[in-house]
């Protein structure tokens, strides 16, 4: 029998506040163990919480830009449950009335769109976080992230291959750094992803019995955990086992996933509403000022750089994926770099040399105007496009200007007629066979002769003039 997944995704964001949700220690990431907390996010005696407002504005924003209808009243629950990262032992969360509901979210794969729903986006507080040293007998728990905001976003199970449920989450992520409500840093926690996946038979409308999947570091985790899951699952049910509804964690070592504990549902956190905190009433007044707020989001700045910029769909979906990438490239062309150059340098070279070197593009030392300035000598011909490979590789190590490094080790390119001409009958006269093969009607010999020239020249010949006297003298 074959069967279909069915995937969906909670996603986690902390967002970008300076504050904690309910308090006003400091939610930057990096202090010391326990160096930012107070009563409040330790959930001491007789305190009492207060809203962050920037964070339900981040999440009346996000739940616009995902295409949701914005809750006119919505409130906060307790959600009840016992680790040793909850201090009050219960999270300040949404239950049944969320600040957003009802959205979607349109991803793309192999040219076919497809929409996902948006179950609701919700606000809550984040957890501390537990220690383990190694080769202790003991673990620690730090509480500097309690009580961060934290924004959750629910989807429908609509995704129906781990390849989706990739692609969601990128896009997903890309909205988010848009609209500049979290860093998105996976590495500290920032965005965490969970899938919930089950099976059922090919055609049928029946859902099966899920297994949530957690404690994954990235995108590229959560495909692989759900592939895996995906095929446990198939082999259990077709040799007659039965899934069981469960939290599994993904061990990334081993590339397996393993039981974490039972699954809970809702009746297990007891929610009710929290009575330290008043009710979120958002009128239409305050919902219209956040839509104003929205920045040109990645769909709708894929569409400007096609029509304004003339490049491929392909290239302004690659460059609009990232805004830092996207500004970046931008801000090359407002340089006067050619739209489509600029595309190619930034999507290849430089996002080689990021990857390579594991640098972020807002750390990257190459400018938008340097490169611009690295085009401008490719089209005037002071340089080649090989030479300008040699130079962009020394502006990236370097900062420095395209300009400063062509004089410094002399790559400007060799343009002179007599010059090259000098070269050609040289190279001529000491490779007989070639010349003599072409002029019988093998004209790729000329390719032969072609890279004489240039390794002669230490590649600063200009390509196309080379080319061109070459044909002249040989015929």
């Known amino acids: 029998m074959s069967y279909e997944a069915v995937i969906g995704l ?35 005696p007789g305190v009492l919480p207060v809203i962050n407002k920037r964070a339900v504005e981040f999440v009346i924003m996000t739940g616009l830009a995902l295409n949701c209808r914005i809750s006119d009243y919505s409130k906060l629950d307790r959600k009840n449950y016992f680790y040793p990262d909850l201090p009050k032992n219960y999270q300040i969360s949404q239950y049944d009335l969320p600040i957003a509901l009802d959205g979607l979210l349109e991803i793309e794969l192999d040219g076919a769109k497809k929409r996902v729903g948006i179950t609701r986006v919700h606000i809550e507080e ?48 890309a909205i988010l750094e848009y609209l500049e409500v979290s860093d998105c840093n996976m590495e500290e926690g920032s965005l965490r992803a969970e899938a919930n996946v089950s099976l059922r038979p090919a055609g049928s409308s029946e859902y099966g019995t899920k297994a949530e999947i957690k404690n994954v570091n990235s995108f590229k985790g959560v495909q692989k955990a759900l592939e895996y899951e995906i095929d446990r699952q198939s082999q259990m049910l077709s040799s007659g086992g039965t899934v069981v509804q469960e939290t599994r964690m993904w061990d990334e070592e081993r590339g397996i996933t393993a039981t974490m504990r039972s699954k809970e549902a809702a009746h297990d956190y007891r929610y009710f509403p929290e009575p330290d905190l008043v009710p979120v009433v958002v009128d239409e007044p305050w919902v219209e000022e956040m839509r104003k707020r929205l920045p040109e989001l990645p769909g709708a700045r894929r569409v400007r750089f096609v029509e304004q910029y003339g490049i491929p769909d392909y290239d302004a979906g690659v460059l609009t994926a ?45 400018s938008p105007e340097n490169l611009a300035a690295m085009l401008k000598l490719i089209a005037d011909d002071t340089i080649s496009g090989k030479i300008a490979k040699t130079v962009f590789k020394e502006m990236f190590m370097t900062g420095k200007a395209p300009a400063e490094i062509v004089r410094e080790h002399g790559l400007q390119q060799i343009t002179d007629e007599g010059e090259v001409g000098e070269i050609i009958d040289r190279i001529i006269r000491e490779n007989p066979e070639p ?31 080379v080319n061109k006297m070459l044909e002249k003298k040989l015929s």
């Not at 504050?19 to 326990?34: L, Q």
């Open 10 to 44: 909670e996603v986690h964001v902390e967002l970008l506040t300076r504050s904690k949700m309910f308090c006003r220690c400091s939610a930057e990431f990096g202090a010391p163990p326990n160096s930012r907390v107070c009563p409040v996010c330790l959930g001491m």
């Open 126 to 173: 984040d957890t501390g976080k537990n220690l383990h040293p190694e080769g202790a007998s003991y673990s620690q728990v730090d509480f500097n992230r309690c009580g961060v905001p934290l924004m959750e976003i629910v989807s429908e199970p609509d995704m129906r291959s781990p390849q989706e449920a990739y692609e969601y989450l990128q896009k997903l992520k």
């Open 322 to 366: 990232s805004k830092a990438v996207a500004d970046y490239y931008e801000q090359c062309v407002r340089s006067g770099a050619e739209p489509k150059g600029a595309s190619n340098w930034v999507m290849g070279d430089l996002q080689f040399q990021l990857r390579e070197t594991g640098t972020d593009i807002a750390a990257c030392k190459v």
């Open 435 to 465: 010349v003599e093969s072409y002029r019988r009607g093998k004209t790729n010999a000329i390719a032969f002769l072609v890279g004489q020239v240039m390794r002669a020249t230490k590649g600063k010949a200009n390509p196309q003039l």
